[in-house]
Structure formats: C-alpha cells, structure tokens
C-alpha cells in the first residue's frame, strides 16, 4: 500500500493551507460523507503531529500520514491525493 501526493495537490496544500516544511498533515476517517472505498465514511485532514503512524511520506519537507487507527479504511489499497481543477478541491483516488 502506497500513498501518493500530486504536484497539484501539494501546490494547493501550501497555499490553501499554508502548509511549509517541517509541516505534518493527517488523513483521518471521519464518519459520514461520501467514498469510494467504505460506505457510510470519508477522509478529512488535519494538521497534527503523527503519534502512531501506519502509513506516511514526505513531500518537499511536508509529512503526510495516516495512523494505524485509520489505516483500515483504505484495504490495503493504495491510494492517490490530486487535486480537481473543475471542483476546485481535493480529491483522493483509491485502488491498486
């Protein structure tokens, strides 16, 4: 399982929330919402420092992670964050 994180993705990021290095950001499961990957759940962020990290990288000094808690959601698919141009937003991509 891997995560990836598009150069688009990162340039809102830092601009959207004014993320620079030395930064860490969360992916949490938050209950409600809309998914691909688990009905009834979805992914929300937070700027935090990891505790029990499961799954993480690092992207122009910028920590992105996921805690073991949260690692379930994702069923050992990898999984992509870009960045949607006609939404204005983020958007996360699941599969192999």
Excluded: Y
Excluded at 28 to 44: A, E, I, P, Y
Excluded at 46 to 53: H, I, K, Q, R
Excluded at 68 to 96: L, P
């Amino acid at each position: 399982m891997k995560m990836t994180i598009t150069k688009p993705a990162m340039n809102w990021f830092k601009r959207e929330m004014e993320l620079t290095e030395g930064d860490n950001l969360r992916f949490f499961v938050r209950v409600g919402g809309c998914s691909t990957v688990q009905d009834g759940f979805s992914l929300g962020m937070t700027v935090e420092t990891p505790t029990e990290p499961a799954l993480s990288i690092q992207e122009e000094g910028i920590t992105f992670f996921v805690e073991e808690k949260d690692i379930w959601f994702f069923e050992n698919q990898d999984f992509t964050v870009k960045f949607s141009r006609n939404k204005d937003e983020i958007e996360f991509v699941h599969g192999n």
